[in-house]
């Protein structure tokens, strides 16, 4: 990308590379992530009189999908890795 902002150019580049019978969806929120359905492309123009594409979620109440899978959010960098802390051996009652 040679601009701040994705382009309509850089998200079809992106895309091209991707399997055209999955699903899009939108990953929002790093410090809650959760997947979301795209419903919408809609193209309109911005306060600066620049055109601007918006991808939309569906307004049906399933259109947020649930928490992002953790290997997702770890490859935006929304989260590091988590590792299960070390095993320790259970202590019995008694002090044993």
Known sequence: ?????????????LLSG???????R???????PMAHCL???????DE????????AEGR???AQLGHLPPEVAIELTWQGPVQA???RPRRRAGGN
Do not use: K, W
């Open 1 to 13: 990308m040679t601009s701040p902002e994705m382009t309509v150019g850089d998200l079809i580049d």
């Open 18 to 24: 991707c399997d055209p019978n999955a699903p899009v």
């Open 26 to 32: 939108q990953a929002m929120n790093p410090f809650f």
């Open 39 to 45: 419903a919408q492309v809609l193209q309109s123009v």
């Open 48 to 55: 600066t009189g620049r055109t601007v594409v918006y991808l």
């Open 60 to 62: 049906d109440e399933d």
């Open 85 to 87: 802390p070390p095993h």
